[in-house]
């Protein structure tokens, strides 16, 4: 726990660093502005799409041909859903444009002021890391889409999204943070030691994805604390297992 905060606290430290905290925003704003645009033009048919498919479970429609009240609540609850839905939507789509562009820029900036003993060993690559969020974000997808029939309890949509969100984190983010220092034994391994650690790192950016105002900087933001949290893991790695640390002083 004491290195996942410690994870936090280097990454907010990181936002004063030239040129990261606009590649903090524009993953976020892009994506709200594509999804806002899109749930405008395509509201009606999907609470239309959704009630129709409720409509035929046998046992759903009886109760909602003899009570308009029954009908009525389905009808909140399922715009309820949809609306939550949004926001899981929203941060999968920044937190991709982040794995994918932003955070291999931050990457760069930050490594080079905080981890530059830590020797390039470039075991990933910009291919290797779009690979890895795009099936990152299908298999969100399938769980977002097999969890759908239990949305309508309430409270359950928003806990399944944050599980969702956090695996997604640590599977996405875990591969840019080493692609450029860890080797090719090195990556899966340090995911796989630390892998309950990664999943409550994932977890903790996943809540402030629905804080308002902070879900702008959520997707980045939980990108760098990745970052932090990795590369210290294999500082310590290294060390522990004899590497000599590269000289950091010009000569």
Same mark, same amino acid.
């Given at each position: 726990?004491?290195?996942?905060?410690?994870?936090?606290?280097?990454?907010?430290?990181?936002? =004063?660093?030239?040129?990261?905290?606009?590649?903090?925003?524009?993953?976020?704003?892009?994506?709200?502005?594509?999804?806002?645009?899109?749930?405008? !033009?395509?509201?009606?048919?999907?609470?239309?799409?959704?009630?129709?498919?409720?409509?035929?479970?046998?046992?759903?429609?009886?109760?909602?041909?003899?009570?308009?009240?029954?009908?009525?609540? !389905?009808?909140?609850?399922?715009?309820?859903?949809?609306?939550?839905?949004?926001?899981?939507?929203?941060?999968?789509?920044?937190?991709?444009?982040? $794995?994918?562009? $932003?955070?291999?820029?931050?990457?760069?900036?930050?490594?080079?002021?905080? %981890?530059?003993?830590?020797?390039?060993?470039? *075991?990933?690559?910009?291919? *290797?890391?779009?690979?890895?969020?795009? $099936?990152?974000?299908?298999?969100?997808?399938?769980?977002?889409?097999?969890?759908?029939?239990?949305?309508?309890?309430?409270?359950?949509?928003?806990?399944?999204?944050?599980?969702? =969100?956090?695996?997604?984190?640590?599977?996405?983010?875990?591969?840019?943070?080493?692609?450029?220092?860890?080797?090719?034994?090195?990556?899966?391994?340090?995911?796989?030691?630390?892998?309950?650690?990664?999943?409550?790192?994932?977890?903790?950016?996943?809540?402030?994805? %629905?804080?308002?105002?902070?879900?702008?900087?959520?997707?980045?933001?939980?990108?760098?604390?990745?970052?932090?949290?990795?590369?210290?893991?294999?500082?310590?790695?290294?060390?522990?297992?004899?590497?000599?640390?590269?000289? =950091?002083?010009?000569?």
């Amino acid at each position: 726990m004491k290195d996942i905060f410690l994870a936090y606290a280097r990454a907010v430290k990181s936002l =004063t660093e030239r040129g990261v905290l606009w590649h903090l925003v524009w993953p976020t704003l892009l994506a709200m502005v594509v999804w806002m645009v899109l749930g405008i !033009v395509l509201w009606d048919p999907m609470v239309a799409g959704v009630m129709d498919w409720i409509g035929r479970w046998d046992w759903v429609a009886a109760r909602l041909d003899s009570s308009e009240l029954g009908a009525a609540a !389905v009808l909140v609850l399922v715009k309820i859903a949809l609306a939550i839905l949004f926001l899981p939507v929203i941060y999968v789509t920044a937190a991709l444009l982040v $794995a994918v562009v $932003a955070l291999p820029l931050m990457l760069e900036k930050v490594a080079k002021v905080r %981890y530059g003993d830590l020797e390039m060993r470039r *075991g990933g690559s910009n291919t *290797g890391s779009a690979l890895n969020a795009v $099936a990152a974000v299908a298999v969100f997808i399938v769980g977002i889409v097999l969890s759908l029939p239990f949305w309508l309890i309430p409270g359950v949509g928003l806990v399944a999204s944050i599980l969702l =969100t956090a695996w997604l984190n640590q599977k996405a983010f875990g591969y840019d943070a080493l692609m450029l220092h860890g080797d090719r034994e090195e990556m899966p391994r340090l995911r796989r030691e630390h892998r309950a650690s990664l999943l409550g790192l994932g977890m903790g950016c996943a809540l402030l994805a %629905y804080i308002p105002v902070v879900n702008l900087f959520a997707p980045a933001f939980c990108g760098l604390a990745f970052v932090h949290y990795l590369l210290e893991a294999l500082r310590r790695d290294r060390a522990g297992r004899g590497w000599v640390i590269a000289d =950091t002083v010009p000569r």
